[in-house]
């Protein structure tokens, strides 16, 4: 018999995630190694296990993950956004829990691109009056 799956696609700055949820012991392998070791900082593995704490299904799901692009921060953000649509797949009955904590929808917030003629985004060359 085939075994359940859960595909789905998080995104958060310029990182994409693409995430895969089965039922299992809650082993996570981001880019074919344990979290643990892909992101050394506590706040970004904390940040893509936050819909598992609000569902109250830590370690119910083995989770593969392949994200490229974009910072740590970035791509654990991207890693939550591709979990939470996952689990949404999984049992419906999750939409309302992670909708209020605002895991939905993605963040569309992304850096401004460099104009010509300035320095950066907003930021302009020094104006000399003589």
Same mark, same amino acid.
């Given at each position: 018999? =085939? !075994?359940?799956v859960?595909?789905?696609? $998080?995104?958060?700055?310029?990182?994409?995630?693409?995430?895969?949820?089965? /039922? %299992?012991?809650?082993?996570?392998?981001?880019?074919?190694? /344990?979290? !643990?070791?892909y *992101?050394s900082?506590?706040?970004? +593995?904390?940040?893509?296990?936050? /819909?598992? !704490?609000?569902?109250?299904?830590? %370690?119910? *799901?083995?989770?593969?993950?392949?994200?490229?692009? $974009?910072g740590?921060?970035?791509? =654990?953000?991207?890693?939550?956004? $591709?979990?939470?649509?996952?689990?949404?797949l999984?049992?419906?009955d999750?939409?309302?829990?992670?909708?209020? =904590?605002?895991?939905?929808?993605?963040? /569309? +917030?992304t850096? !401004?691109?460099?104009?010509?003629?300035?320095?950066g985004a907003?930021?302009?060359f020094? *104006?000399?009056?003589?």
């Amino acid at each position: 018999m =085939a !075994e359940l799956v859960f595909y789905a696609t $998080g995104k958060r700055k310029m990182a994409v995630a693409r995430t895969w949820l089965k /039922p %299992g012991k809650g082993e996570i392998i981001v880019n074919n190694k /344990p979290v !643990e070791e892909y *992101f050394s900082l506590d706040g970004a +593995r904390h940040m893509l296990l936050q /819909p598992f !704490e609000l569902t109250n299904t830590m %370690g119910e *799901f083995d989770i593969k993950v392949t994200v490229k692009g $974009g910072g740590a921060l970035g791509q =654990a953000g991207a890693i939550r956004h $591709g979990i939470t649509k996952a689990l949404f797949l999984s049992n419906p009955d999750f939409r309302l829990v992670l909708k209020k =904590a605002g895991f939905i929808k993605r963040d /569309p +917030r992304t850096k !401004e691109r460099k104009k010509y003629g300035q320095r950066g985004a907003r930021a302009r060359f020094q *104006f000399s009056k003589r």
